[in-house]
């Protein structure tokens, strides 16, 4: 099973709003990413959690916050977004520690609108 | 120069075509390099997984990875209209959580 599922598959939201989106995968996994994707561009790296602790953020501005409770479980807070922020929210785990190296798994995204 | 080129395409051909898709890279640290497949909308589908230099195949679908020459291709054997899709290319040095440095991926369309 290489699942990630993401929560939700779309959401509208305005720019005075604050909401989350969520990523969840249950392959024992213990790296997770964000990624962004506008249109016909390929994915953006934004941030990278390793054993739950934020180990990579790709100079993301602060409206963007994220958040690992735990190894299968990675969110990204949303507050005061702006229209171009409008994109294809991706969240990839990959297997890590070991000694073993490994690719990263996608969800199907969260296609997110900001008016 | 780029990390990663990828000729965007679009690229057209009719059902059961061979089809040959490439990316070229600078980095000579890259060892990992990976297929995926993104249809509209989506996210993008893991194809293939090669380490090193070599080739790989599964079912249809065949990658080579030529490391002297820092050149990747992707074989669509028998392409089918289902294969319509963007093609992104993607590479890392470590793998794991090391940061994929992807290509622009190429739009495929397979006429029926």
């Known amino acids: 099973d290489t699942e990630v599922t993401q929560t939700p598959k779309h959401l509208v939201m305005g720019m005075t709003n604050k909401k989350s989106l969520k990523c969840e995968q249950h392959?024992?996994?213990?790296?997770m990413y964000w990624y962004k994707q506008k249109a016909k561009k390929p994915p953006e790296l934004m941030f990278v959690?390793?054993?739950?602790?934020?180990?990579i953020n790709e100079s993301v501005p602060s409206r963007f916050s994220p958040e690992c409770p735990n190894s299968s479980l990675l969110n990204l807070h949303l507050h005061a977004l702006q229209p171009e922020d409008s994109a294809l929210y991706l969240c990839a785990s990959s297997r890590e520690g070991t000694g073993r190296t490994d690719t990263q798994y996608f969800g199907p995204g969260t296609r997110l609108t900001v008016l | 120069q780029k990390e990663v080129e990828q000729d965007p395409g679009p690229l057209s051909v009719p059902e059961g075509a061979i089809v040959s898709l490439n990316c070229t890279y600078s980095?000579?640290?890259?060892?990992?390099f990976m297929w995926y497949r993104q249809y509209s909308r989506k996210g993008p589908e893991l194809l293939m997984y090669?380490?090193?230099?070599g080739n790989k195949e599964d079912g249809r679908f065949t990658a080579q990875v030529d490391k002297s020459s820092k050149y990747i291709s992707l074989f669509i054997r028998d392409s089918q209209p289902s294969d319509s899709a963007t093609y992104l290319c993607a590479m890392s040095a470590q793998g794991g959580s090391e940061k994929l440095v992807f290509g622009k991926g190429t739009k495929l369309t397979v006429n029926p």
């Open positions: 959690y390793s054993y739950e602790k934020l180990s």
């Open positions: 090669t380490y090193s230099s």
């Open positions: 980095n000579s640290a890259f060892q990992y």
């Open positions: 392959m024992g996994h213990r790296a």
